[in-house]
């Protein structure tokens, strides 16, 4: 069994919490240490009980709270060598430092955490999926473009956190700069609802049931229209098996899944 639980989700910061039998994970910290702490304490959980956070890159959305967990909470903290080479404003004692390469498998007490790269624009960005109890959870955001290599990576999860950052349309007419425009839009910018709902299908298609659709834009999506286009996308395949799709909450704290 697998107790997964999205803690924050979006622009303004990312955090999952993930437990196993024996292993309690976070998936990123890009809030505040004191957020983190409320969020894990409405689910039972203290900060205390982590063993470790896996981070995904360097972007602040997902580092943000780092500095003060590690000093307060001496908690283990595993990033590749370019991503901590790009961490190093955080000022990160070097006892909580873990290392491992993109691509890499590597362990937490009973959980298997299996790292694969993806395409953004940060310095050594992963996905991760994270196996325990003869189940498997993929955690992938800040996906600038889908490869099939992505597609081989996830399927076969008992579920799957992608991002839908935004619409076409209400970014294109947001008031975003356009250089932001264009970097958001690029092969390692992030994934438009229509592009997920693509990736989706696929994963579906493979076998997969469950899907959280998370890191919408808070400028340029809406939850509404991010699950209808993607539900719209899985409703138009010959596949008829259930399935179960949902939003990641931005700032309150989703209900636990428990995947057995």
Not at 117 to 129: L, M, Q, R, T
Not at 169 to 178: E, I, K, Q, R, V
Not at 185 to 213: C, I, P, Q, W
Not at 220 to 233: H, R, S, W
Request: charged share 25%.
């Amino acid at each position: 069994m697998i107790k997964f639980c999205n803690l924050f989700s979006g622009s303004s910061g990312n955090s999952t919490y993930i437990e196993s039998e024996n292993a309690k994970i976070l998936v990123d910290a890009g809030v505040s240490c004191l957020k983190i702490t409320k969020a894990l304490a409405s689910i039972g959980v203290e900060l205390d009980e982590i063993n470790a956070i896996i981070i995904s890159h360097e972007h602040i959305d997902h580092t943000k709270g780092l500095t003060t967990i590690a000093k307060k909470h001496n908690t283990p903290i595993y990033a590749t060598p370019k991503t901590w080479s790009n961490m190093e404003s955080l000022k990160i004692d070097e006892n909580c430092r873990r290392t491992f390469e993109a691509g890499e498998t590597f362990e937490i007490a009973d959980i298997k955490v299996e790292s694969f790269s993806i395409p953004h624009d940060a310095a050594d960005p992963c996905g991760f999926s994270i196996y325990a109890g003869g189940k498997k959870v993929t955690v992938a955001t800040d996906i600038g473009h889908v490869e099939d290599s992505l597609i081989d990576q996830m399927s076969g999860s008992d579920m799957v956190l992608v991002e839908s950052n935004y619409d076409c349309d209400t970014l294109l007419c947001g008031p975003y700069p356009y250089c932001l425009k264009k970097r958001i839009l690029s092969d390692v910018g992030h994934l438009s609802n229509e592009a997920t709902s693509k990736l989706v299908r696929r994963l579906y298609e493979a076998g997969v049931s469950n899907f959280v659709l998370g890191h919408l834009s808070k400028e340029n999506n809406f939850p509404e229209l991010a699950y209808q286009t993607v539900l719209n996308e899985i409703n138009s395949s010959k596949q008829k098996t259930p399935f179960n799709l949902s939003i990641a909450k931005r700032d309150t704290i989703d209900d636990v899944m428990e995947i057995v």
